[in-house]
């Protein structure tokens, strides 16, 4: 499954819902102000606080997470793009 921290107001993150939208892709989206429990569960899990945010745990034996939208995009792109 694919986890999307975010928030609405954040223009990476908007660039990112939107390539998983062309991607066609179905995600968990977990919007995450600051101050949020979902803020401080990103922050846990990837060390920074910083959104967007993916989790890919779709294998659970290499589970991906990563910041920076054009690295998503390119991970998204490379990984469920038409091949
Ligand atoms: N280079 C990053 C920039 C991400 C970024 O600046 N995100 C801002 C929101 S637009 C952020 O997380 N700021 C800290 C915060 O909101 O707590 C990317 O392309 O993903």
Do not use: W
């Not at 107001?9 to 600051?34: G, I, N």
């Not at 606080?49 to 659970?60: A, K, Q, R, Y």
Request: glycine share 4%.
């Amino acid at each position: 499954m694919l986890e999307l921290y975010q928030k609405e107001s954040c223009p990476y993150c908007t660039k990112v819902r939107r390539a998983m939208e062309e991607l066609d892709l179905d995600y968990l989206c977990h919007t995450s102000v600051k101050g949020s429990p979902k803020r401080e569960l990103l922050t846990k899990l990837g060390g920074q606080e910083m959104v967007p945010f993916l989790v890919d745990t779709t294998d659970p034996a290499n589970l991906v997470m990563m910041y920076e939208s054009d690295d998503i995009i390119a991970y998204l792109e490379k990984t469920y793009g038409k091949k």
